[in-house]
């Protein structure tokens, strides 16, 4: 069997979740329309009879202005050593810039096969273009493709190619794992996705979701207990709503999808607290959301 490691790399808000799960043709990965949606290295694996890929999906490139976000560009090019391919995901309406520079360095340094995929193609006509300037300006892109998530373009071509670049190897994953994150990892997840597609301006960024307990009910019913931390208490405010409108429309939107994950029902038990600059200073909940391994 071929089988191997691929991390995917790019600017925030470029479509790397969403390529990964049109890879699964499923979601698997949380997605949304705010940048800096993917917080840390996730692992999705992809098992069929001749073909095991692990995919990495990584937080965008960006220049970070807290703690968090260092731990996010730290993470996402830890996630590039030692793969055996990086997909250089770029977005066609967005251009050339910073990010796609540093990505340009950390590719060369890494030595590895390298595709460049050109996502979101549906929104420009002239999408050849940041190709041609992505190619001069790196020069170390083995294949380059063309897709729309959305429009289920180039993708089957991309998955494709990349089960063909992969060397023969071992089963490194069970057949019938599909991440290596746990239930409680994945709940806060969608928890926080929901927040994201519900609020606006700074809310997003400014929200961290731990699941604090995870239970199993003898009504087969699974219990699930989290905290969404935020950093004031306006925002707590938005978070709860009027007359609790707004956390119930997120635990309803969560508990229905995390129904689908773990199918059974769930219960799912949120409370809001306020914990300043967290994102700067909060050592706990940096390593509750993840970045354990990034801080150490
Ligand atoms: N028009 C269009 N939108 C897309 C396409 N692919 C993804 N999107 C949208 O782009 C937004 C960002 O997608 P994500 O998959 O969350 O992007 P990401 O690169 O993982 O972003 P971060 O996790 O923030 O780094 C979402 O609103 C997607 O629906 C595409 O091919 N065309
Ligand atoms: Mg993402």
Redesign the pocket.
Known sequence: MRSGFVT?I?????????????FFGRKI???????????NRIRCIYTDEENQIIFT????IHKPIHRLGEFMVKAAIQAMKGCDLILF?V?S?KGFGEPEMRMCELVKTSQTNTFLVV?????VDDYLQIAEVTKDRCGVFSKVFF?????N?GIIELFEAIKLSLPEGPMYFPSQMTTDRPISFQAAELIREKILLLTREEVPHCVAVIVDQVIEKEEGILYIAATIYVERQSQKGILIGKAGSMIKQIGTLARMEIESVVNKKVYLDLHVKVKKNWRDKDFIILNEIGMKDEIE
């Open positions: 995917l790019g600017r925030p808000n470029v479509g790397k979740s969403s390529l990964v799960n049109a990965l949380i997605v949304s329309d705010k940048p800096q949606t993917t917080r999906d990584t937080p965008g995901v977005d309406s996502n979101k193609i549906d929104l897709t729309s998530v959305i429009k373009q």
